[in-house]
């Protein structure tokens, strides 16, 4: 493992712009154990604003898990999480102002319409009168909600349902977003206009993906962090990752399958992460 950190990568999550140096993402040496047996272990990164990043790994790999973690909604057992400086831990509330979070499955209120569940959040967020008002539409068309605001959140599709969540997750305009599955639900014209709007924010951004869709991957992230057994396992541009490990396909399926798996299918616990930790992080043991 190489000693100082890589370059910032290239490709269409990365910034046009080299990405901030400092970190508005910095996850170091993080364990959570759920009955004795640890979920996440020792996982540690670091996302500049700039970078669309995939977090990438089979199902209870610990995605969801550190993405609970980072957005303060699960305590850590050990290792630190900061956004935008701040500690999720020791400032939860000033760090959770600066992030947005979209989790799987997001939990909506059906009872109200998609306007009166934003307003609500704007409230949460203590945004008041016309920054609130301001806020809702700004949300509301980017996330292309404008002709069903007024309706209930319980008649609306699961795609619909998801854009709300997610316009929740962008209300306040926070330097940082956590988004668990953002595509599950929408079908592909809906998909498009995601990938549009993360290409928008992401100059302004430092944006984390948990995703299954590894085509989404290499149209909207410039980086891909892959966790497998709880540990990263890879850390590189999904082309230098497909390159490396996709054997003949040099592909991202084909790599996100040697990375992942041994050879009886199951979820690979070995090893550590190919790319070294940026500089001043705790990175994967």
């Not at 990568?9 to 996850?27: R, Y």
């Not at 854009?163 to 929408?186: I, M, S």
């Amino acid at each position: 493992m190489a000693s100082a950190a890589s370059s910032p990568p290239t490709g269409p999550g990365a910034s046009p712009t080299s990405p901030s140096h400092a970190p508005l993402i910095l996850v170091e040496a993080l364990v959570r154990a759920f009955q004795r047996r640890r979920v996440v272990d020792g996982v540690g990164f670091a996302i500049r604003r700039g970078e669309t990043v995939a977090f990438l790994g089979p199902n209870g790999a610990g995605k969801s898990t550190t993405l609970r973690m980072a957005a303060g909604v699960l305590e850590p057992d050990a290792g630190e999480i900061a956004i935008a400086g701040c500690s999720i831990v020791a400032r939860r509330g000033e760090a959770q102002g600066s992030l947005g979070y979209l989790a799987e499955g997001a939990p909506l209120y059906g009872d109200l319409s998609a306007r009166e569940f934003l307003a609500f959040m704007g409230r949460a967020r203590r945004l008041r009168g016309r920054q609130a008002m301001d806020a809702v539409a700004r949300a509301a068309e980017a996330t292309a909600l404008e002709d069903v605001l007024d309706r209930p959140i319980d008649t609306l599709s699961k795609g619909f349902r998801r854009r709300v969540a997610l316009a929740g997750a962008l209300l306040h305009d926070p330097p940082v977003l956590l988004l668990d599955e953002p595509t599950d639900g929408l079908d592909p014209n809906q998909k498009q206009a995601m990938r549009a709007l993360v290409r928008r924010m992401r100059p302004d951004k430092a944006i984390l993906i948990s995703t299954h869709q590894l085509d989404e991957v290499e149209a909207m992230c410039g980086r891909a962090i892959v966790i497998a057994g709880g540990r990263v396992v890879a850390d590189d541009a999904p082309e230098a990752l497909a390159a490396r490990h996709g054997g003949a396909e040099r592909s991202l399926e084909a790599a996100f399958h040697a990375l992942t798996a041994t050879p009886e299918g199951t979820t690979s616990r070995s090893g550590g992460a190919e790319r070294a930790a940026p500089q001043g992080l705790g990175g994967a043991t």
